[in-house]
């Protein structure tokens, strides 16, 4: 693995299931983030995580859980997938124990919910 | 918490002339500021940054000014090229002690050639 990745690609969903969207990197970042992107409504932050074991809620968290067991892996769960939850999802992640740096952006999930 | 503006959200220029990207913040204590470039299918990528101890910063063809009395930052591309055209997106951080980032709506910027 090279820097971040997420996984699926893409996913078509039905209203009502389960849904984990997994994201993992490689730079031994403290700090990741999970942010849904919607046209004309930029990034917005879902959750975020700090560091392992730890976890905040971001902008738009309703819906939504994450979990931080370890340093690289960051994955983010519908409970009950609704169609308002059809977005592109990037997962980030930084190094932040000294300063606010660089976020790296994975490549995104598409996802669908019908 | 922070809310970040972003104008215009589309932008059309010629080649080879400037483009001018604006936001705004609405936290004082903001101190960092990047700037994302989207190309269409793609992760959004890191351009340029300032942070709040500066007041403009130059990378080559782009470069970005901050007025923090103001609150407010820009991002300006000189000698713009069809490579440039993209979704560019501007950020803040807040002061929770997380260092989020709050993003703008994003600016669509099409070079023509």
């Known amino acids: 693995i090279a820097g971040i990745t997420q996984a699926p690609t893409s996913q078509i969903l039905a209203a009502g299931r389960r849904m984990t969207l997994r994201c993992t990197q490689d730079?031994?970042?403290?700090?990741m983030y999970w942010y849904r992107q919607d046209l004309g409504l930029g990034l917005r932050l879902i959750h975020y995580?700090?560091?392992?074991?730890?976890?905040g809620k971001g902008e738009v968290p309703d819906g939504y859980s994450v979990s931080r067991a370890n340093t690289d892996d960051f994955p983010l769960t519908l409970a009950s997938a609704v169609p308002s939850q059809t977005s592109v999802y990037f997962c980030?992640?930084?190094?932040?124990?000294?300063?606010?740096?660089?976020?790296?952006f994975g490549p995104g999930t598409r996802l669908t919910v019908l | 918490g922070e809310n970040v503006e972003q104008h215009p959200s589309t932008l059309s220029v010629q080649e080879g002339d400037s483009a001018v990207i604006k936001c705004t913040y609405s936290d004082s204590a903001s101190n960092y500021f990047p700037w994302y470039k989207q190309e269409l299918g793609k992760r959004p990528q890191l351009i340029i940054d300032?942070?709040?101890?500066?007041g403009e910063k130059k990378d080559q063809r782009i470069a970005v000014t901050l007025n923090k009395t103001a609150k407010h930052f820009s991002l300006h591309i000189t000698e713009t090229q069809p490579e440039d055209s993209a979704v560019y997106f501007c950020?803040?951080?807040?002061?929770?002690?997380?260092?989020?980032?709050?993003f703008g709506t994003g600016t669509r910027l099409t070079v023509i050639p």
């Open positions: 995580s700090n560091t392992a074991g730890t976890t």
């Open positions: 950020a803040a951080t807040d002061q929770t002690g997380a260092n989020n980032l709050f």
């Open positions: 730079m031994r970042h403290n700090a």
């Open positions: 980030a992640s930084t190094s932040s124990r000294r300063e606010v740096n660089e976020q790296f």
């Open positions: 300032i942070r709040s101890n500066v």
